[in-house]
């Protein structure tokens, strides 16, 4: 089940990446991306997307969350809060082909947790990260792991 979560994510991560914000904003020049999207009367940015997904994912179901974490956040609040999530964003920073799986008790659920690697896709991408002021790195490049989509499914 948690493979198939990540593909229809990955896919929706992906087509937002580089078929709207990379389309439009680097390539075409239309409309920017902005952190500031609703001031700025802009795209919002790929993060941005993904979370406000997983919010309204997870006023619709408890079967499953995610969320999109990193060891190097722009938003101190995408960093890992728990041992398997450093351990699976580690593991699949260095192996990006390789999903990380394991199970965990959050406040007193069993959960099975898969970590899959979060890629830099777009030139979009990595132009933000590495230009931001509260990026941690600024050398991402392309094909590079930047962080990881995190699949919790409650066991019990």
């Known amino acids: 089940m948690a493979d198939a979560l990540h593909a229809v994510i990955e896919a929706d991560r992906t087509v937002y990446s580089e078929r709207v914000v990379n389309r439009l904003q680097d390539e075409e020049q239309v409309i920017l991306a902005s952190e500031h999207w609703e001031d700025d009367r802009a795209l919002s ?58 199970t965990e008790t959050l406040g007193g659920v069993d959960c099975f947790t898969a970590i899959y690697a979060d890629v830099a896709i777009a030139p979009a991408c990595i132009n ?5 002021a509260d990026s941690p790195r600024d050398d991402f490049e392309l094909g590079e792991t930047m962080g990881g989509i995190v699949i919790r499914i409650p066991l019990n």
């Open 45 to 102: 940015l790929p993060a941005q997307m993904f979370r406000m997904g997983a919010e309204l994912a997870s006023e619709m179901t408890d079967v499953f969350s995610y969320a999109l974490l990193s060891t190097w956040p722009i938003n101190s609040s995408n960093a890992p809060r728990t041992a398997m999530e450093t351990e699976g964003l580690d593991s699949v920073a260095a192996d990006q082909s390789t999903p990380f799986y394991g």
């Open 128 to 132: 933000c990260n590495n230009t931001h």
